[in-house]
């Protein structure tokens, strides 16, 4: 079994639709193993154009599971789609295979509740964050991105405001007013000698490093801390308008 602090390198993926396929590519791209495995001949096809491990088969039974060796790898992705059974025994297959970290693709919440039950270490819902993500950037344009950690905390990545600029992390006291404690800021930086601009990543920062336009600011909290700053981020998007 992988170590919480080694890296996993070896990934099943069951289930070749878009979401499937597009894991499996990315995992590759960053030079991890991978087994593509679905039923349909055509999708392996798909997938055999960039993976080197692919299989045709029907992953409710057990047995080509087994015969495949996927029981060695660090972790698998279950992506079925509108399958519920055939979600639910795969899951269920690789967790009796000894797989170590599963996650599953789920429709709804109460199809997840039930993939928890049977050995899914992590539910994922694509639509449901994707609609998500999409309406919290329509209601907030500073907004660049957010991660949801678990069902408690997030991490958000933000515009930094306009009241913000050139003042401290320090002087804005962001755990005491907004209970979010910042763990990176995001700098455009220009090359000396050059017209290249990059993007720097200033981790922790310092509690006396200023804020310059420009920057984006990675902030961690609890959710309802990050609502409270998100608020704060449209009123005054709202009064920069007026």
Not at 124 to 153: G, H, R
Not at 154 to 174: C, H, Q, V, Y
Not at 224 to 229: A, I, Q, R, T, V
Request: net charge negative.
């Amino acid at each position: 079994m992988i170590g919480k602090t080694e890296k996993r390198q070896y990934f099943v993926v069951v289930g070749l639709g878009t979401f499937g396929l597009t894991v499996a590519s990315e995992l590759l791209k960053k030079g991890c193993q991978v087994t593509a495995i679905d039923k349909d001949e055509k999708k392996v096809e798909l997938a055999s154009e960039f993976a080197i491990d692919v299989i045709i088969a029907d992953g409710r039974d057990k047995k080509p599971l087994e015969e495949a060796g996927v029981s060695s790898a660090d972790a698998a992705i279950v992506s079925i789609g509108e399958d519920l059974e055939s979600s639910f025994l795969i899951t269920l297959h690789l967790k009796e295979l000894g797989i170590p970290w599963i996650v599953t693709k789920a429709s709804s919440p109460s199809q997840g509740e039930i993939l928890e039950k049977i050995g899914a270490d992590r539910i994922i819902y694509p639509e449901e964050e994707m609609a998500k993500k999409l309406a919290d950037q329509l209601l907030n344009p500073s907004i660049i991105n957010y991660l949801q950690l678990n069902k408690q905390v997030g991490i958000m990545e933000s515009e930094a405001p306009d009241t913000f600029i050139g003042k401290t992390p320090k002087g804005l006291s962001l755990r005491n007013k907004y209970g979010l404690n910042l763990i990176a800021i995001k700098r455009k930086v220009r090359r000396k000698n050059a017209d290249e601009v990059i993007e720097d990543l200033i981790v922790v920062p310092s509690p006396e490093e200023k804020i310059e336009e420009g920057d984006a600011l990675l902030v961690i909290g609890d959710h309802k801390s990050l609502e409270k700053f998100k608020k704060m981020q449209r009123t005054v998007n709202a009064q920069d308008e007026d």
